[in-house]
Every structure is written in structure tokens, then in C-alpha cells.
């Protein structure tokens, strides 16, 4: 630190280009297409508790945007009041079922990349945003059920965010797997970070499934997974600094 003030002054260089570093608060949620672990209908619940949660990104899966099955992406924008970006892994039948992710910040680019799949198709989206003239990539996952069909999807996914280079990312949602093996070079498990990874996020099993990983640069402040009765699933929240 002492370094750059004296290249600061030294070069009398406006300190606005070194901007201080920015607490975020980000949560992953499958939401089961708004049906708790019993399928009894949760979407108003869950609407209220993400905007009670005054997140600064958050990221969903299981999602639906249709006539047939509701237009729950439009739903969450009006009332969070977000930018998005929604994905949809799976289009047949008259559905439009997938991910989403919304920032409080602008969306500087959106990309939607289909994973190797055998069964229900699966994939990652990428969304990056301007945070206070930094970029941050977000990719929200979710992957298959088969053991066999993970490895390749992981595999597809790591060579995904060795193309990201340098910029800071973070990596969430729903990987259907208990026993996550990822190179933590790559991905740092907030939830390790800080000593609970024993603390499950399966509703209907004794698994913690669901992730919030983060590239070696950014800082882990804090990470809490929400015991509701809103999805098979529970909602994890998660305090970094970029």
C-alpha cells in the first residue's frame, strides 16, 4: 500500500483510478420452480425473501419464463428491481426453464453455454458487470444427476474459467454433487473458507449440493445457508470483498 501512495504522488496520479475494494452480498438459490420440498406453491414467499435480502447479485436455478409454467424471471425483475440476465437449458413443450442472475449493478456482457448432457439439459451462464469501473464475471451452474455426467460437465466448466484469465469471478449454484473434488487454485469453497462445509442444502437429503466458489483474489467475509421451507433446496448467502 505504502508502494502505490508513493507512485501516486510520486505521479501525481488521481486516486479515483485505484478504487477501494467493494463488500458484495450474493446468494444462490434453486428454487424448484417455486414448489417447496411437499410441491406446495412458494413463489410469493420466495419473491419476498430475496428482496428482504437487499443481495447485491443473485443467482437462480430451476427458474421458468412461459405461459405454461409461469413468467417467474419477469416476476423477480419487477419486484427486485435488478438488471438480468436469464438463460433457458431447457425449451420444449412450451417451457422456458433454466437460469437467471441479477445484479444491482450494469451488465456489461451475457453469454449462455449448453453443457455435455445426457438426460435434462445443462449448462452455466455467464454474466459480467461493472462494479465501480471493475469488471465481475458470475456464473451461475447447474449440473446433471449422473456421476458420469458431471465429470465431463466440471471438466467443461474449469476450461471455461481458465479462458476468464485475471478478472475476479465467481462461480454458484446447484452441482448436484456432495463430495465436490475442484482444484482450489481455481475455485476457492467459501463455505470451507470458513469452516462450514458440513452444513447441508438439499432439503430431501443429507447433502450440501449447492456452492458459491470464488477465484484466489477475492476475499471471503461470510456464508450462511438459510433452513426455509420454500424449494428442495435452501438458499446460501455469501458476504466477499472484490
Do not use: W
Request: glycine share 4%; with cysteine; proline share 2%.
Amino acid at each position: 500500500m505504502l508502494v502505490v501512495s508513493l507512485i501516486i504522488t510520486a505521479y501525481n496520479i488521481d486516486k479515483s483510478f485505484f478504487p477501494a475494494k467493494k463488500e458484495l452480498k450474493v446468494v444462490t438459490y434453486n428454487i424448484h420452480s417455486g414448489l417447496n420440498k411437499d410441491m406446495f406453491p412458494t413463489l410469493f414467499d420466495i419473491i419476498d425473501f430475496l428482496r428482504i435480502s437487499n443481495a447485491d447479485i443473485i443467482c437462480l436455478q430451476e427458474v421458468n419464463e412461459s405461459a405454461k409454467a409461469g413468467f417467474q424471471v419477469s416476476s423477480f425483475k419487477d419486484e427486485l428491481k435488478m438488471y438480468s440476465h436469464f438463460g433457458a437449458n431447457v425449451v420444449d413443450f412450451g417451457l422456458n426453464y433454466g437460469l437467471v442472475t441479477y445484479s444491482k449493478y450494469p451488465i456489461k456482457s451475457e453469454d449462455h453455454i449448453y453443457l455435455s448432457s445426457g438426460r435434462e439439459q445443462r449448462g452455466i451462464l455467464h454474466t459480467v458487470v461493472n462494479i465501480d469501473r471493475r469488471k465481475l464475471n458470475i456464473i451461475n451452474v447447474h449440473l446433471g444427476l449422473s456421476k458420469e455426467e458431471r465429470e465431463i460437465q466440471v471438466k467443461e466448466l474449469v476450461e471455461f474459467i481458465k479462458k476468464i484469465g485475471d478478472e475476479p469471478y465467481i462461480v454458484v449454484g446447484d452441482f448436484n454433487d456432495g463430495s465436490m473434488n475442484i482444484d482450489e487454485s481455481i475455485l476457492k469453497d467459501v463455505a470451507k473458507e470458513l469452516d462450514k462445509a458440513n452444513v447441508l442444502t438439499f432439503a430431501t437429503g443429507l447433502d450440501r449440493i449447492d456452492y458459491i466458489f470464488v477465484s484466489p483474489d477475492i476475499e471471503v467475509l461470510d456464508y450462511e445457508v438459510l433452513i426455509k421451507n420454500m424449494s428442495d433446496h435452501y438458499p446460501i448467502i455469501a458476504k466477499i470483498r472484490i
